[in-house]
């Protein structure tokens, strides 16, 4: 990444430069990430074919000022930090759903080792409602975080779980991946009738104060603990809610699942 685009970077999330990446730097960068880039999967829903290249995945989250799902999110994140100077390890993760594993390269999350400081953190920008912040990755006691209590706990196997508020979220694998490892479940994802992604559409992004996601033709919002749901009536109604509370605008309206 050159440094034009870091700085674009950077200011599509509305962050500083940080003169030093640092633990604080990091939770900063990763809270703006996440209040700024909505994950979404609009593109599915409109036929345009999401792709896991550097200048794509750039492209499509700094110039477009659009947003994405974990292999985008993520993907994007590990080449912003990196252009900072930590060192990032990509890795693949299975999801829990209905209490059971889904299958591998379901997930991808970050290791992240700062140039400044010993500790190395699990940056995960890409999962929906999940941490505010970096958790970090080596230790095993509990991890309080505005979006619950959170908990990393080794199997057996030699994998690492990733819970929250006392329930499994994903399983991490601790080997070091490449984007390109991710590209045929990112197609299966987006291809799918079996994929969740495939049957709705999504954009949700963190607030100061809880999360706001349009699902379909209903925006929720979630403050202070209190959901409230709008119906979303007409096109026009639509586009305005995804420009006005995303950044987003749709040329196209998703398709309806089915």
Same mark, same amino acid.
């Given at each position: ?60 989250? &700094?110039? $477009? ?10 993907? +994007?994140? %590990? =080449?912003?930090?990196? *252009? ?77 779980? &990733?819970? $929250? ?10 080997? +070091?991946? %490449? =984007?390109?490892?991710? *590209? ?75």
């Amino acid at each position: 990444m050159d440094e034009q685009t870091l700085l674009a970077y950077l200011e599509r999330i509305g962050a500083e430069r940080p003169q030093v990446l640092d633990e604080t730097a990091l939770a900063g960068l990763h809270r703006a990430h996440l209040m700024t880039v909505p994950f979404e999967n609009l593109s599915i829903g409109v036929g345009e074919v999401i792709s896991l290249a550097e200048s794509d995945l750039i492209s499509k989250i &700094v110039t $477009r000022r659009r947003g994405g799902f974990c292999y985008e999110l993520n993907g +994007a994140f %590990a =080449l912003l930090l990196q *252009a900072l100077g930590a060192d990032v390890v990509r890795v693949a993760a299975r999801v829990y759903g209905d209490g059971r594993l889904g299958p591998p390269f379901d997930h991808l999350a970050l290791v992240v080792r700062l140039p400044a400081g010993n500790d190395t953190w699990l940056a995960d920008v890409g999962f929906g409602s999940h941490t505010t912040y970096p958790l970090r990755y080596d230790s095993r006691q509990e991890q309080h975080d505005p979006g619950g209590q959170f908990v990393l706990a080794d199997t057996a196997d030699g994998d690492v779980e &990733v819970l $929250r508020d006392g329930q499994p979220q994903y399983r991490l694998e601790t080997r +070091a991946r %490449a =984007l390109a490892d991710f *590209a045929p479940t990112c197609w299966w994802q987006q291809t799918s009738p079996e994929s969740h992604f495939t049957k709705n559409s999504i954009c949700s992004r963190l607030t100061a104060d809880g999360r706001i996601t349009g699902s379909g033709r209903t925006l929720i919002t979630t403050s202070g603990g209190r959901r409230t749901e709008q119906q979303l009536e007409t096109d026009d109604a639509v586009r305005s809610a995804y420009h006005d509370h995303f950044g987003i605008t749709l040329d196209l309206l998703p398709a309806a699942p089915g």
